[in-house]
């Protein structure tokens, strides 16, 4: 049997009931819109979480206080209880670490802080002025933190962009404004550009003052919360960490890593965690998605082996005039194939649209990559040459004479 005959007695016996084929391939189509959809909310995700670790700052080495968590596991950089790092540590890691870029050790806590007429709960930063260069961040309006205010222990603040709406709006110009932390009053001397990025991680949702201002009217001791170093490039990173492992296990006179009071991770250990742990996400998305695709290959077996019932008489005319077996199995695997193959595509439309509609009003990052759409046409393809060829297989196995004689 010719492609071209193929081709037109599958499209007489599929429009022959059209409601019938339609409410088949539906399942074909909400499978495939599914896995489309979930797959590429994991990979939005992945995306969106991977450059929110990225613009962190460059080439990125964190040290945290307290005892080794494994990686990932400290990622807000909040101050916890345990006091084990201090300036010093920082000073020696930026003079005695090869291949630093630079070196911002920061104190963290949340605060209410008070403006005229409005109140917000932020974090404060207490950092130095080289803070903007290894987190990559730039001033908006107004100066950051500088050696002459970090040295006179000023009181100064820089607002974050998130802080500065909560505070004062989006209209106001908050430079030389007074605000309140903790019951002391800072002047205003600068506003942070945005960055995006949510949670208490978040460079836009901050205010920045001298590590020695936060150190002496804020914490009331000389312990930092973090220390964030920057390599002079990418491949220098795991160099740098582990000098600064060996640096301060030396500091700390602690002879077994195992036994250290602080952690050091990577940019690209956070990155790697967080990847492993949004594949794992979307890899559960399109599972659960998948199962619609399975129900689908289900409602077209039932819907071919109801065909071959059907048209019984028809396959017993057939091979009465001369069809031999494997071109009753092609029509049939072939319908079976058109139903999957065209709501596969259908599926795909309807899968790309959903992506869209669940960026634009759940405000969650999407993703539609060319190999999650072959994976699913791919899988949709096979589940209707898996699902069809047994009723294709059935239809061609019936005897002629007894098909000829059923009513």
Same mark, same amino acid.
């Given at each position: 049997?010719?492609?071209?005959?193929?081709?037109?007695?599958?499209?007489?016996?599929?429009?022959?009931?059209?409601?019938?084929?339609?409410?088949?391939?539906?399942?074909?189509?909400?499978?495939?819109?599914?896995?489309?959809?979930?797959?590429?909310?994991?990979?939005?995700?992945?995306?969106?979480?991977?450059?929110?670790?990225?613009?962190?700052?460059?080439?990125?080495?964190?040290?945290?206080?307290?005892?080794?968590?494994?990686?990932?596991?400290?990622?807000?950089?909040?101050?916890?209880?345990?006091?084990?790092?201090?300036?010093?540590?920082?000073?020696?890691?930026?003079?005695?670490?090869?291949?630093?870029?630079?070196?911002?050790?920061?104190?963290?806590?949340?605060?209410?802080?008070?403006?005229?007429?409005?109140?917000?709960?932020?974090?404060?930063?207490?950092?130095?002025?080289?803070?903007?260069?290894?987190?990559?961040?730039?001033? /908006? +309006?107004?100066?950051? %933190? &500088?050696?002459?205010?970090?040295?006179?222990?000023?009181? !100064? *603040?820089?607002?974050?962009?998130?802080?500065?709406?909560?505070?004062?709006?989006?209209?106001?110009?908050?430079?030389?404004?007074?605000?309140?932390?903790?019951?002391?009053?800072?002047?205003?001397?600068?506003?942070?550009?945005?960055?995006?990025?949510?949670?208490?991680?978040?460079?836009?949702?901050?205010?920045?003052?001298?590590?020695?201002?936060?150190?002496?009217?804020?914490?009331?001791?000389?312990?930092?919360?973090?220390?964030?170093?920057?390599?002079?490039?990418?491949?220098?990173?795991?160099?740098?960490?582990?000098?600064?492992?060996?640096?301060?296990?030396?500091?700390?006179?602690?002879?077994?890593?195992?036994?250290?009071?602080?952690?050091?991770?990577?940019?690209?250990?956070?990155? /790697? +965690?967080?990847?492993? %742990? &949004?594949?794992?996400?979307?890899?559960?998305?399109?599972? !659960? *998605?998948?199962?619609?695709?399975?129900?689908?290959?289900?409602?077209?077996?039932?819907?071919?082996?109801?065909?071959?019932?059907?048209?019984?008489?028809?396959?017993?005319?057939?091979?009465?005039?001369?069809?031999?077996?494997?071109?009753?199995?092609?029509?049939?695997?072939?319908?079976?194939?058109?139903?999957?193959?065209?709501?596969?595509?259908?599926?795909?439309a309807l899968g790309w649209i959903a992506s869209l509609l669940i960026a634009t009003f759940a405000g969650i990052s999407t993703e539609i990559t060319v190999s999650s759409v072959a994976l699913s046409v791919g899988v949709s393809t096979i589940i209707g040459v898996a699902f069809g060829y047994y009723p294709a297989y059935r239809a061609a196995r019936l005897n002629p004479i007894e098909a000829l004689r059923y009513e």
């Amino acid at each position: 049997m010719q492609f071209k005959d193929l081709a037109k007695e599958t499209y007489w016996a599929l429009s022959a009931n059209k409601t019938r084929s339609f409410l088949t391939m539906l399942g074909i189509i909400i499978g495939i819109a599914s896995v489309i959809a979930m797959v590429s909310v994991g990979q939005g995700t992945q995306g969106s979480i991977e450059s929110s670790i990225e613009s962190a700052g460059s080439n990125l080495i964190i040290v945290y206080p307290g005892a080794q968590r494994g990686v990932g596991m400290q990622v807000s950089g909040g101050r916890g209880n345990a006091q084990t790092l201090t300036m010093d540590d920082a000073d020696a890691i930026e003079t005695q670490v090869d291949s630093v870029a630079g070196v911002a050790p920061v104190v963290t806590r949340r605060y209410q802080v008070v403006a005229v007429g409005t109140n917000t709960n932020t974090q404060v930063i207490g950092t130095v002025p080289e803070y903007s260069d290894v987190r990559s961040t730039q001033i /908006e +309006t107004g100066n950051f %933190i &500088t050696e002459q205010s970090l040295e006179s222990a000023s009181r !100064i *603040a820089v607002l974050g962009a998130t802080t500065k709406e909560d505070l004062f709006g989006t209209d106001v110009d908050p430079i030389g404004e007074k605000i309140r932390i903790n019951q002391i009053e800072f002047k205003i001397v600068g506003v942070m550009e945005a960055k995006g990025g949510s949670g208490m991680s978040s460079t836009d949702d901050a205010i920045y003052i001298p590590l020695t201002t936060a150190q002496r009217y804020l914490s009331g001791d000389t312990y930092v919360s973090t220390i964030y170093i920057s390599s002079v490039d990418q491949n220098s990173m795991q160099s740098v960490q582990d000098q600064t492992t060996s640096l301060l296990l030396e500091r700390h006179n602690i002879t077994d890593a195992a036994s250290a009071d602080f952690s050091v991770s990577n940019q690209n250990d956070i990155v /790697e +965690t967080a990847s492993t %742990i &949004t594949d794992t996400f979307t890899v559960l998305l399109a599972c !659960i *998605a998948g199962i619609s695709l399975v129900v689908g290959g289900i409602g077209i077996m039932n819907m071919m082996l109801t065909t071959v019932t059907e048209r019984t008489r028809e396959i017993g005319l057939r091979k009465a005039i001369g069809a031999k077996r494997k071109d009753i199995v092609f029509q049939f695997l072939f319908e079976s194939i058109a139903l999957t193959f065209f709501g596969g595509i259908a599926g795909v439309a309807l899968g790309w649209i959903a992506s869209l509609l669940i960026a634009t009003f759940a405000g969650i990052s999407t993703e539609i990559t060319v190999s999650s759409v072959a994976l699913s046409v791919g899988v949709s393809t096979i589940i209707g040459v898996a699902f069809g060829y047994y009723p294709a297989y059935r239809a061609a196995r019936l005897n002629p004479i007894e098909a000829l004689r059923y009513e």
